[in-house]
């Protein structure tokens, strides 16, 4: 019943845009949309005053104010100079008000209506030390102009009569209610949406550098105590070579959780850069194959294959071929990490055999899956599905949500399949942009085997061309 109320008085229109918009917008943005409805407001007002005949004087301040706005979002939206907009918007409200005030009737007017409306937005878009600072100085404003409204009566535009004043403080009331009570619940509902993302944060940090802790932990002592066991005079060879690929996937795992934590660093402070260019995608592949050949556990049965089919052997893809092969290793160690027993392959599609208009990359494995549940969060920072350690398969969940972000900087978007239970499947699809040229790939031999033994387990590894 409240909802309908609600909608009855400002609008369904209006409280969809709010909704939808909430934990969407950025500061920036959000002022944005303000200026625009200042600059409806202003256009409003001028038309009204067009209608109602209020004089030339009236009619060209609020002309004056609606392209001052339109100068503004002109510059933040267009020109990047959104602090300064800011800190002009704040600023010439007073100039603004102050005008109004003294041709717009003064204190029977409705410029005392738009004095109170415009306070939310200097609350909103100043620091906190200055926020007391603003609200005085428009208190202090409005009593200065009460005075000079009072000992100085002739300097205030009166209307012409009372019927014309009743009619634009009832206009000018109406579209500020309709405008204000939603900006009000708009700026409350954004504020309690930051707060629930700042505590929420606050939990995934906490989860996130006990898991970092123990995840560091755990390979760094295996390290140096099966170093140190190396040193015994008495062991023999193939002791040796089981403590020294315990060693290596040690080394592995913590190098991995290194590099994730650096890279979601850059994403963050936003030191990633893209540089595109004509990239042959065969050699990458080959080389993710090789790379990721020698880090899968000795203790996992995995057969690792790389697929090419052979019209896309030369294939090039204007993209960036760094960020690119580090999103497909993300994912393949991922797979690796969260299967025993199985395969993991991976290898590519295309819209094209030349200038394709898409690529589509897969990375299959045969692990446990990955549950309905956990899909809706996976890409999330520092998120496994869950906040437990002990049910961890190892990593501080950063390597999806890195491989997710980079995707959308290079013009491309990550897809998940999984039943739940048995195996998941990535796609990678990546969306052609400009090219300059060409260029080709090395051609590779059509297929290759390579086979490993350690601590009395196999560990295949294909890399395969499809005919």
């Not at 550098?209 to 140096?224: D, K, Q």
């Not at 105590?225 to 040193?231: A, K, N, P, V, W």
């Amino acid at each position: 019943m409240q909802g309908k109320k609600t909608r009855a008085i400002f609008g369904f229109s209006i409280e969809r845009w709010i909704d939808s918009k909430i934990g969407k917008l950025n500061s920036q943005e959000i002022f944005e949309q303000i200026l625009k409805l200042c600059i409806f407001l202003a256009a409003s007002a001028t038309v009204g005053n067009i209608i109602l005949n209020l004089g030339n004087a009236l009619i060209m301040a609020t002309l004056f104010i609606t392209l001052f706005f339109s100068l503004l979002y002109f510059f933040s939206h267009y020109k990047g100079y959104y602090p300064t907009s800011v800190k002009i918007f704040v600023a010439s409200q007073f100039l603004i008000l102050n005008v109004l005030w003294l041709t717009n009737g003064g204190s029977y007017g409705p410029t005392l209506l738009i004095f109170q409306a415009f306070i939310p937005m200097f609350i909103f878009f100043t620091e906190l030390k200055r926020k007391l600072l603003i609200v005085f100085l428009l208190f202090v404003n409005v009593h200065v102009l009460f005075a000079l409204e009072y000992f100085f009566p002739q300097l205030i535009r009166a209307y012409p009569n009372p019927g014309v004043r009743l009619f634009d403080t009832l206009v000018i009331t109406f579209l500020f209610f309709i405008v204000e009570i939603p900006l009000l619940y708009f700026i409350q509902k954004q504020f309690i949406a930051q707060s629930l993302q700042a505590i929420n944060s606050e939990k995934v940090k906490s989860a996130f550098l006990a898991n970092m802790s123990h995840e560091i932990r755990t390979p760094m002592n295996a390290i140096i105590g099966f170093s140190e066991l190396l040193g015994e005079p008495e062991l023999d060879e193939d002791t040796k070579k089981q403590y020294v690929n315990i060693i290596k996937d040690n080394g592995n795992v913590l190098l991995q959780i290194i590099n994730n934590i650096m890279d979601a660093s850059k994403l963050e402070s936003g030191l990633i850069e893209v540089n595109n260019s004509n990239t042959a995608i065969k050699p990458m592949l080959e080389r993710l194959y090789n790379s990721h050949l020698p880090q899968i556990p000795s203790d996992k049965q995995v057969e690792l294959i790389c697929q090419v089919p052979r019209q896309l052997e030369n294939i090039t893809f204007f993209t960036d071929a760094l960020l690119l092969h580090q999103i497909l290793s993300n994912l393949i160690t991922n797979a690796i990490k969260f299967t025993d027993k199985g395969y993991v392959k991976f290898g590519m599609e295309a819209s094209a055999t030349t200038h394709p208009e898409w690529l589509r990359f897969y990375v299959i494995d045969s692990g446990k899956g990955i549950s309905q549940k956990s899909q809706a969060a996976i890409f999330q920072r520092f998120n496994q599905g869950h906040f437990n350690i002990k049910d961890k398969e190892g990593g501080v969940g950063l390597g999806l949500s890195i491989s997710n972000e980079l995707a959308q900087k290079i013009n491309g978007t990550i897809e998940l399949e999984s039943d739940g239970k048995t195996g998941s499947a990535f796609y990678v699809i990546l969306f052609s942009h400009k090219s300059n040229g060409k260029e080709s790939g090395k051609n590779m031999g059509t297929s290759a085997k390579l086979l490993h033994k350690g601590n009395s387990c196999v560990r295949n590894a294909v890399y395969a061309d499809i005919n």
